[in-house]
């Protein structure tokens, strides 16, 4: 729907989406999250515990250092990728690697045929992610999924 909702993991475990207001348990966005951004296990139970205790949150925190491969995490929450792009401004971004998460549906970029690349900070997506991404969002300025920079074809592939 293009809507965006925020999802806070502590404490509390809450969402702030309608369905979530709702009903008051684990929605679409908390499992998303939990499961395919984190890379907690869908039996863990986590995936359904309103409430986390701290050493749970601890280790949420390292599953997501761990999958940003961020470094100095607690003062740029930023990827990587981001801060780079934002000191290379102006020039030319170099293609990333291929098998890292679409910035869309965080599943491995594979393979170059079918894949985008930003121009502007080198980022790949899948075709049908970035077709997904522009429909939802103003067909006037589309807008990187993972920089948000103006939307440049990388025509050099």
């Not at 966005?29 to 139970?45: G, K, M, Q």
């Amino acid at each position: 729907t293009g809507s965006v909702y925020d999802v806070r993991l502590g404490a509390r475990v809450e969402c702030s989406c309608p369905d979530f207001a709702k009903s008051k348990s684990a929605c679409k966005h908390i499992i998303f999250v939990l499961v395919r951004v984190l890379e907690v296990p869908r039996d863990d139970p986590r995936v359904w515990q309103r409430a986390l205790l701290p050493r749970e949150v601890r280790d949420l925190r390292e599953r997501l250092q761990t999958r940003c491969d961020c470094q100095g995490f607690a003062e740029v929450l930023a990827q990587e990728s981001v801060v780079s792009a934002f000191e290379a401004m102006g020039q030319p971004a170099v293609r990333q690697a291929l098998g890292r998460p679409c910035p869309v549906c965080l599943d491995a970029v594979a393979a170059r045929p079918g894949a985008a690349c930003c121009a502007a900070c080198g980022a790949n997506m899948h075709d049908e992610c970035l077709a997904q991404h522009r429909a939802a969002g103003e067909a006037s300025a589309p807008r990187c999924p993972a920089c948000r920079a103006p939307w440049l074809d990388d025509e050099a592939g």
